[in-house]
Nanobody, 122 residues
Framework: QVQLVESGGGLVQAGDSLRLSCAAS????????MGWFRQIPGKERAFVAA????????YYADSVKGRFTISRDNAKNTVYLQMNSLKSEDTAVYYC???????????????WGQGTQVTVSS
């Protein structure tokens, strides 16, 4: 049984930083692309960042480029999202997801976590 468990969300002020973690189990983690998405009520889930098997291949939404960094530790089966210079518009539920190849940017991932709330007060 595959499980993705996010942690690290919370309430912060604008300009602060947070690091989200997503621990994976039940899959061969190193063989999966990993992505972070976010969703606010009434909106579709939106791509934030993704990483292929190698930490050298990372991708970001324009809205977070230069502020967020995705990384992975294959030995720990964990993917991270370091979020710096947070803005109120970053407020959302953040989800991690795993995908066995294909398009990184759409929501058609194979497995999803339960999400973690990030709230940025201005």
């Amino acid at each position: 049984q595959v499980q993705l468990v996010e942690s690290g969300g919370g309430l912060v002020q604008a300009g602060d930083s947070l690091r989200l973690s997503c621990a994976a189990s039940g899959l061969t983690f190193s063989r999966y692309y990993m992505g972070w998405f976010r969703q606010i009520p009434g909106k579709e889930r939106a791509f934030v960042a993704a990483i292929k098997w190698s930490a050298l291949s990372t991708y970001y939404a324009d809205s977070v480029k230069g502020r967020f960094t995705i990384s992975r530790d294959n030995a720990k089966n964990t993917v991270y999202l370091q979020m710096n210079s947070l803005k109120s518009e970053d407020t959302a539920v953040y989800y991690c997801a795993a995908k066995n190849g294909g398009n990184l940017f759409d929501v058609k991932y194979d497995y999803w976590g339960q999400g973690t709330q990030v709230t940025v007060s201005s």
